[in-house]
């Protein structure tokens, strides 16, 4: 018997060494996948049904050693393995059981094993201490059922299978601890090795990057050892400074002129400091002795150990950047020089308005020097009529990123304002966004003196040509007020005549206030006004003259207008010497109609449309000209004015007449928004 079991161990030793070096390659336990533990089982049960088929097949004896690859596959693989291994041994052994007896006691040997090696996985932790319970166990158990089934019941048999199982348990644990030892060795050394091949790798390709970066980057690059001579130049420092790598390789660094104490005094703190610097400008020479210009950056290179083994050294060429901010410096001094001579005044605000720079000029001017002006926001100087436009255009100016002129009151020192007639430029960044503006800005209080004296003149010429026509129609209802009085002296009942007489009198004092308002001194008051109401009260005034020369003027005006900003009195000049225009140029009776009405999202369009005689296009040309009149007696500054005034006021004058057919003035202006 034991020779047989002799024979059954090395059988068994044969199949473990085939499994774990053939079949499993790699450690198999429990945390593996399900997989791979069923294929272990599988192998495992293959084991134990070749030993039963052995022992049947040469007649070996009673038993074998089939349950030791089985407590192997509870061992490692767990309940996934040994139910596995034992589903294997179940399979063959119902194969076999016509040339086999005792059927059902093999079975119940077979779960018996299962279960039991599955319980003292469950209980022992320790996987030497299970293998020693599961051998123990199954010592027991086969020789109890298999001496009542067998016949052989002399306990010398049993003591010798129990001995050989032991020792077969033994032998069978120690090869398969070693042989999956000997796996996971040979896994990690497959590991190590692949590990090893990706860092040969990696350290290839950042070694192939590295020498990429070096040979295509624009800027000079140095590798220098620690003694400071050359290892390795890149291109773009031959092309700089004209050397060959050849020519200077092992050779101290040609390009550092002999009196430079910057390029030692950096090498000697990165030695000692560690730390590297950057972006010193200096000045190398090259191959032909020429100078240039670089920002140079320096670190040093150590190797794995944190041996200092080098240097690396960049350089910028920046020679054609100091020639631009040289001459840069150049233009700036000279428009600084122009700005600090020029009689006008030139200034540098910033977006919000606050000054970066003042030219000299604002002293004599505005009685302030630069430096009261630096740092200082403009609004508060501007005066508070004129504050809303300035403000306004200035946000128009920054959305539409273009200049803009107007005129404003500015705050001289000693209290009183000067006209300033101002050009808003914007500087803009690379972005396109503004950065901030200049401003150049000239002295204008004479010119808008002299612009008031021409508007009262011009006034003053109105007022005189209107005085006939007003004489005349305060005349007739004078005559009519006497005729009644008369009358009034006969006859005790006489309310008609009461209401007549009531109407010609406020008809006399409309006339007569509306020419009063345009003869009196006015002061020049912006204010939010309904368009339709002025033209109302132009109509009123120029009435007389119109009735005069038998002409009909008609108001029309578009319902729900919006309010127009503007100075009143002026605005109503300008539609008087409008409307006396085209009373004049009208030679027969007939008809002038005044239209207001609403052409865009911005403007007013009033339009005065007469029956006149008409303008040739040549002379059309010259309407608005300082003295160019088509009147016999015209001064040739009425329309001036009148063009001046809605300037002014962001508006503008448009003309089409026809030859004998009339002539059609349009005036647009600006009006206030709901939404603001």
């Known amino acids: ?122 209980i022992i932790h320790s996987k030497k201490n299970q293998w020693i319970a599961m051998n123990l166990s199954t010592m027991i158990m086969v020789p109890l059922i298999l001496s009542h089934t067998s016949g052989r019941t002399e306990w010398t048999f049993w003591v010798g299978y ?74 773009a420092f031959e092309r700089l400074f004209g050397w060959k790598a050849e020519e200077i390789f092992r050779k101290p660094v040609p390009v550092i002129p002999s009196d430079d104490q910057q390029f030692s005094s950096a090498l000697h703190n990165l030695t000692t400091q560690g730390r590297p610097v950057i972006h010193y400008e200096a000045d190398r020479v090259k191959k032909d002795g020429s100078i240039c210009t670089v920002f140079a950056s ?81 609004v508060p100087f501007i005066h508070h009529e004129d504050t809303p436009r300035v403000v306004q255009l200035w946000r128009e100016s920054l959305a539409k990123k273009g200049s803009s002129t107007l005129e404003y009151r500015f705050l001289h020192k000693d209290g009183h304002y000067v006209w300033l007639e101002s050009n808003y430029v914007p500087i803009l960044t690379g972005s396109g966004e503004v950065e901030k503006f200049v401003v150049i800005s000239r002295d204008v209080t004479e010119r808008k003196e002299t612009e008031n004296l021409l508007r009262n003149s011009e006034k003053l010429s109105v007022v005189g040509e209107l005085a006939a026509g007003i004489a005349h129609e305060i005349r007739n209802p004078l005559t009519t007020l006497k005729g009644f009085m008369q009358m009034m002296k006969t006859e005790e009942d006489h309310p008609y005549y009461i209401d007549v007489m009531y109407g010609e009198l406020e008809r006399m004092e409309g006339i007569t206030n509306e020419f009063l308002c345009l003869a009196k001194p006015q002061i020049s008051e912006i204010k939010e006004i309904q368009i339709w109401i002025l033209l109302e009260q132009v109509s009123t005034l120029l009435y007389p003259q119109a009735l005069l020369n038998k002409i009909e003027l008609i108001v029309e005006s578009e319902p729900n207008l919006p309010l127009i900003t503007c100075v009143e009195n002026q605005i109503k000049q300008v539609f008087i010497n409008l409307v006396k225009n085209a009373i004049e140029a009208m030679d027969h009776d007939g008809e002038i109609r005044l239209t207001a009405q609403r052409e865009d999202e911005q403007n007013l369009l009033i339009t005065i449309q007469d029956q006149g005689i008409g303008i040739s296009p040549d002379k059309i040309k010259k309407l608005g000209q300082p003295f160019y009149s088509l009147k016999e007696k015209g001064t040739g500054l009425g329309l001036t004015v009148c063009q001046k005034i809605i300037r002014e006021h962001r508006g503008w004058i448009d003309f089409r007449s026809e030859v004998g057919k009339g002539t059609t003035v349009e005036v647009r202006l600006p009006y206030r928004r709901n939404d603001r």
């Open 298 to 378: 320096a670190a040093t290179i150590y190797d794995r150990s944190n041996q200092l083994i080098g240097y690396s050294v960049v350089y910028r060429d920046i020679t054609e950047k100091k020639l631009m901010e040289e001459k840069l410096r150049r233009s700036e001094a000279q428009y600084r020089l122009i700005a600090e001579h020029s009689s006008d005044l030139i200034a540098m605000l910033s977006v919000n308005g606050d000054t970066l720079y003042v030219s000299p000029s604002h002293l004599p001017i505005l009685g302030l020097t630069p430096e009261e002006f630096l740092g200082k926001n403009v």
């Open 1 to 122: 018997m034991l020779k047989d079991l002799c024979v059954n161990i090395s059988i068994l030793l044969s199949f473990l060494f085939v499994i774990h070096y053939f079949i499993c390659k790699e450690p198999i336990d429990k945390n593996t996948t399900v997989k791979k533990r069923i294929f272990l089982g599988v192998s495992y049960g293959a084991a134990s049904a070749v030993l039963m088929l052995f022992r049947f097949e040469f007649d070996l004896g009673v038993v074998d050693l089939r349950h030791l690859p089985m407590l192997l596959a509870a061992l490692y693989g767990g309940w996934v393995s040994v139910v596995s291994s034992g589903v294997v041994l179940i399979i063959v052994r119902l194969f076999w059981s016509s040339q086999m007896t005792t059927f059902p006691e093999a079975i119940a040997i077979i779960l018996l094993v299962i279960v039991v090696s599955l319980l003292i996985s469950s």
């Open 162 to 235: 129990d001995v050989a199982f032991l020792l077969g348990g033994v032998l069978v644990y120690h090869l398969a601890e070693s042989l999956r030892n000997a796996q996971a060795t040979t896994l990690k050394l497959h590991q190590s090795q692949k590990q090893l091949e990706e860092t040969v790798q990696h350290w290839r390709e950042a070694t192939e990057q590295l020498e990429s970066y070096i040979t295509h980057n624009a800027d000079p690059i140095i590798l220098l050892d620690k003694e400071t001579m050359i290892v390795k130049v890149n291109p």
